[in-house]
Nanobody, 116 residues
Framework: QVQLVESGGGLVQPGGSLRLSCAAS????????MGWYRQAPGKERELVAA???????NYADSVLGRFTISRDIAKNAVYLQMNSLKPEDTAVYYC??????????WGQGTQVTVSS
């Protein structure tokens, strides 16, 4: 089992920045990739960004150039730096961990609201 705890969400004005953090615990040696997904009201959950243990990254087109995912293997943590935030970035953001055995674990989610 892997447990994930997110932090760092909140309310920010358009154009502002936020940094999300996710701490993993439990069977962390099983984790390959970690990432961030988001779900806006009435929409399906979507991938925002992901990073593998080797450091390869993948981003949704809508956040390219604005968001940066990073990972600290030693701290069992993954981060999402979000810059130039837009109202359409408003959603609940979920941390995800995928193991080498393709099992997926999720955090409880953190709300990000971009509004003036």
């Amino acid at each position: 089992q892997v447990q994930l705890v997110e932090s760092g969400g909140g309310l920010v004005q358009p154009g502002g920045s936020l940094r999300l953090s996710c701490a993993a615990s439990g069977s962390i040696f099983r984790i390959n990739a970690m990432g961030w997904y988001r779900q806006a009201p009435g929409k399906e959950r979507e991938l925002v960004a992901a990073i593998t243990r080797g450091g390869s990254t993948n981003y949704a087109d809508s956040v390219l150039g604005r968001f940066t995912i990073s990972r600290d293997i030693a701290k069992n943590a993954v981060y999402l730096q979000m810059n130039s935030l837009k109202p359409e970035d408003t959603a609940v953001y979920y941390c995800n961990a995928e193991t080498f055995g393709r099992s997926n674990y999720w955090g409880q989610g953190t709300q990000v609201t971009v509004s003036s």
